[in-house]
């Protein structure tokens, strides 16, 4: 088998103020997974939802319930992030505080994405929701620009895969293209909801050009990456952690990659990997801390590997600690650090010129200057 560049350097392991002081790209950033618990706790007293836990507990209260081993019961704890978003000042404050925090985390370029067809509940149309949410980004990112950490934000717009409004999302992804929406995506349940569901959406997709994601091979397996990438047509994967069941551990020189595992490789596809969600809900049998996570193996098999929170929420984690247990865990140096960073960058839904001047003039320099 050739060998790759991209094996764990043997410089020193990246220190935690690099990490922090590194810039960062965060492709796979649930918007409703990424609420301040102040915050839910604040809205949650106006509208009078009753929240499972007192303010100061709510945090942990997240990270201890989506940490069961199964998707299923980790998407249940969104039931409270969702219920404090249905007025347009709380998803414009929601998205605001988002950007804000990740900027403050030396994010430099983000996806948010989140499924308008859940915010309707309050009386707002779809496009009202996608200007509320673009309402708060824009606010966040003249914040954020003033304070000297500017980030660049992207929404995605979600079809949730259990329900019926693939279409009408994408539809609203092309009408919304040129005032901040970046792609679509679906999320949910994976087992027993194949992208497949969605086709019609992803069809009408391709005909307009447009760029998405899927969330796949996280809680299924090869088939439903497959699917994703040979029905579907996705840019990118969301997780597709379990791409390892097409590569065979065992063979005498070396892993050897089936043919889908192969594809992706070759394809350049990227991976949006999470490592702590995955934990959580088991993505990955017998996965016991990040160590174990395959994010490592593929990323010395040269896959398009990048690094990213899913729900800083319910994880309880930030861009730079998912980076440091990535350092604790393989021990990578900063190198290692700017090569999964230049790979997001790369697979952004951007505009190339965009992309290349944010990893030319941006992302560059600063990992230099670490
Ligand atoms: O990792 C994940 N896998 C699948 N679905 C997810 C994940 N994280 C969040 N959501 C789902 O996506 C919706 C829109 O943001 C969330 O409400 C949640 O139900
Ligand atoms: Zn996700």
């Known amino acids: 088998m050739t060998s790759t560049s991209t094996s764990a350097t043997t410089a020193k392991p990246a220190t935690p103020e690099q990490v922090l002081r590194a810039p960062k790209v965060a492709l796979h950033e649930h918007l409703d997974g990424g609420v301040r618990p102040a915050t839910v706790a604040d809205i949650a007293e106006q509208i009078g939802h009753e ?19 199964s998707l299923p019961r980790y998407l249940e704890t969104f039931e409270h992030t969702v219920a404090v978003m249905q007025r347009a000042e709380d998803l414009a404050r929601v998205a605001k505080e988002s950007v804000l925090d990740l900027a403050a985390d030396g994010v430099v370029y983000a996806e948010l994405r989140w499924a308008p067809e859940q915010h309707l509940a309050g009386g707002l149309s779809l496009p009202e929701t996608v200007e509320a949410v673009q309402a708060g980004i824009d606010e ?60 019609e959406a992803f069809e009408y997709l391709r005909r307009e050009n447009a760029h998405f994601t899927i969330h796949a091979g996280e809680a299924f397996g090869l088939p439903s990456i497959w699917q994703a990438i040979q029905r579907c047509g996705a840019d990118r994967l969301g997780h597709g952690v379990r791409i390892i069941d097409d590569i065979d551990l ?27 969600s995955n934990l959580q809900t088991s993505a990955v049998p017998n996965m016991r801390s990040v160590a174990d996570h395959p994010i490592g193996l593929l990323k ?49 839904f951007l505009p190339f010129d965009e992309r290349l001047a944010l990893i030319n003039d941006v992302i560059k320099p600063r990992y230099a200057a670490l």
């Open 140 to 199: 966040g990112r003249a914040e954020a620009r003033a304070e000297g950490t500017p980030i660049v934000v992207g929404q995605l717009l979600t079809a949730m895969r259990h329900a019926q409004h693939g279409l009408e999302i994408a539809e609203l992804v092309v009408q919304y293209r040129d005032r901040g929406v970046c792609g679509f995506d679906i999320a949910g349940a994976e087992d027993g909801f194949p992208p497949i569901l969605h086709l």
């Open 51 to 69: 929240l499972p836990a007192a303010p100061d507990q709510l945090g942990l209260w997240f990270a201890d319930a989506a940490s069961s081993g």
């Open 300 to 348: 010395d098999l040269g896959f398009r590997v990048t690094v990213n929170c899913d729900n800083r929420l319910m994880s309880g984690t930030t861009m730079s600690r998912e980076m440091q247990l990535l350092v604790d865990a393989f021990g990578y140096g900063t190198d290692d650090l700017r090569w999964f960073t230049v790979n997001a960058m790369k697979s952004a």
């Open 250 to 276: 065992a063979a005498a020189d070396g892993p050897r990659l089936g043919r889908l595992a192969s594809y992706i490789r070759d394809k350049r596809i990227p991976l949006e990997m999470c490592p702590s």
